[in-house]
């Protein structure tokens, strides 16, 4: 699975080969998409990541991709982008196929971390700026940065970096259960 955020941060867009809504085998056939899930969680948030049906957006989907906006993770009225920080996604998506005149349904499920950093590399940037000695804080998001595209780096690791850059800004950490109020990102 690939992820993407657009550059004003407002629309997130999973990319993978499954995400296809119909199996063009037999038209009369009940083949295709029955229904997709997005579990997610921010900053690692503790408990179990919340999950997010979105079989409605099945419809939508195009060029096996599928975009979602803030307000669909967030109950945040008014939220139009992305809070930073890092995002660990879970797509589950079930197909039904026809095979030998018996339906038979399959699951696939991937999962990945993302950093967005729409606000965050601007502070970084201006605290380095105003004060040269804060070199460290370029050394850190390089770090997330880097680290969240390796292959064996988890979500837990880039989380434990952000949430020390963040300290070291004396900025608040926002997780999957803090953003009643939004997060500050409008």
Do not use: H
Not at 15 to 23: F, K, R
Not at 56 to 68: D, Q, R, Y
């Amino acid at each position: 699975m690939n992820v993407t955020l657009n550059s004003d941060c407002s629309l997130f867009t999973f990319t993978a080969d499954y995400l296809t809504p119909l199996i063009a085998t037999d038209p009369e056939a009940d083949n295709g998409m029955v229904s997709v899930s997005l579990k997610y969680k921010l900053n690692c948030a503790s408990g179990s990541p919340v999950t997010v049906n979105l079989t409605s957006e099945i419809a939508n989907i195009e060029n096996n991709a599928l975009t979602i906006s803030p307000d669909i993770l967030f109950s945040v009225e008014g939220q139009e982008k992305f809070c930073d920080g890092i995002y660990y996604f879970e797509i589950t998506s079930v197909y039904n196929v026809t095979e030998e005149l018996e339906i038979r349904q399959y699951t696939t499920t991937e999962s990945t971390c993302f950093f967005v950093d729409c606000d965050l590399r601007c502070k970084i940037v201006e605290k380095v700026a105003e004060e040269p000695k804060n070199f460290d804080l370029l050394i850190l998001y390089d770090a997330i940065r880097y680290g969240i595209s390796c292959d064996s780096c988890n979500c837990s690791t880039a989380c434990d970096l952000y949430t020390e850059l963040k300290c070291a800004l004396n900025e608040p950490i926002f997780t999957t259960n803090s953003i009643t109020n939004g997060c500050g990102c409008n």
